[in-house]
């Protein structure tokens, strides 16, 4: 039996090493290695770099921001991403999809853990002020301190200018 395990684990690097597996973490060591996201909404090569994973994850949360909900951990980029969405809808103002408490709740629950590194200053701060209160007000409460946050949206990540 110890030649089929040898076989195995020389197997299973050598599909990582070619890209034929999906991640579902950054590597061990990594700055955001807690961070974890459901193998089923992204399809991340095994021979990605971890900037090449975070982008591709900000990407498809541009594309779907649903895909959000099924990350644990995001990293702060990650939460950049879902954060220029949630302003770009508060600026939209009224109609149809311009209401982010989607989206909203989705950062509140994020932000369930300790272990979710904070996007933006004080973010963490008002989140916690909101415990105990009921989901909706969580949301509302949330809403409207990202809508007085001064143009925190409007700041370009040059990582993502590169990758156009």
Excluded at 56 to 73: G, L, M, S, W, Y
Aim: hydrophobic content about 45%; some cysteine; charged content about 20%.
């Amino acid at each position: 039996m110890p030649l089929l395990d040898t076989l195995s684990t020389l197997l299973s690097r050598a599909s990582r090493a070619l890209g034929l597996e999906s991640l579902d973490a950054f590597p061990p060591g990594h700055q955001y290695a807690r961070t974890r996201w459901d193998k089923a909404w992204f399809d991340i090569p095994s021979d990605l770099k971890p900037d090449a994973i975070e982008r591709t994850i900000c990407e498809a949360i541009a594309n779907t921001p649903a895909a959000f909900a099924h990350i644990e951990h995001p990293t702060p980029r990650m939460q950049r991403t879902l954060l220029g969405i949630i302003h770009a809808r508060l600026r939209r103002g009224g109609g149809a999809g311009a209401n982010p408490s989607d989206l909203v709740g989705m950062l509140l629950d994020a932000y369930a853990s300790p272990h979710t590194p904070e996007a933006l200053p004080g973010l963490r701060a008002a989140i916690a002020s909101t415990d105990g209160y009921d989901p909706s007000m969580r949301v509302a409460h949330l809403t409207a301190f990202l809508s007085d946050m001064p143009a925190a949206f409007d700041v370009i990540d040059d990582r993502i200018i590169e990758a156009r």
